[in-house]
């Protein structure tokens, strides 16, 4: 009951105030807002639409390069530190054998493993390679094995509509073309 006083007695003064600001009219208040509202004219800002894709580029263009850097910190901080040495561990043939699961030879030191890898992490050793014949063999195409990384170029070589094309002669046409220029 008490708390129902104390917030009586709080309300009277502000009750108070409202009256004599609005000379006894309840509305008052309401009306000499509506009526400042309307005497203002809204004022359009400047600039046109030239302005306005101006700064959609500027503000689109910050937020990629912060993503691009944040997401650079982030794969930075949270990668494995690995080594560069690859005379110790090689990986000399990699073959998929489903949809996430590959097989690989693998050069640790002098001794060649055929390893298991699977698509949720896990790896398995599967034999070590000691039949001298299969030695010789790795060690004779070991550069011819080794798997290529990915470029682009050769991952446009997968569909049918790309012809393919010898960059040597490519780039010596694209010279050719040049000089005629």
Request: glycine content about 8%.
């Amino acid at each position: 009951m008490r708390k129902w006083v104390y917030v009586f007695f709080l309300c009277i003064p502000l009750f108070a105030y409202t009256q004599v600001a609005t000379n006894g009219e309840t509305n008052g208040f309401l009306d000499r807002f509506y009526q400042e509202e309307t005497k203002q004219q809204v004022k359009p800002e400047g600039g046109g639409w030239f302005w306005v894709v101006v700064k959609i580029f500027f503000y689109t263009s910050v937020f990629a390069v912060g993503g691009f850097f944040l997401v650079r910190y982030f794969v930075k901080k949270s990668s494995v530190e690995t080594t560069e040495d690859a005379t110790f561990i090689e990986v000399i043939a990699v073959k998929q054998t489903g949809l996430g699961g590959y097989i690989e030879v693998i050069k640790v030191g002098a001794n060649y493993y055929l390893v298991g890898t699977s698509g949720d992490g896990g790896v398995r050793l599967l034999d070590k390679i000691t039949d001298k014949e299969t030695l010789d063999y790795i060690e004779l195409h070991k550069d011819a094995l080794k798997p290529k990384p990915q470029e682009f170029m050769n991952l446009m070589e997968m569909f049918p509509f790309v012809k393919k094309v010898d960059r040597a002669k490519y780039i010596q046409s694209q010279k050719d073309r040049l000089k005629k220029l």
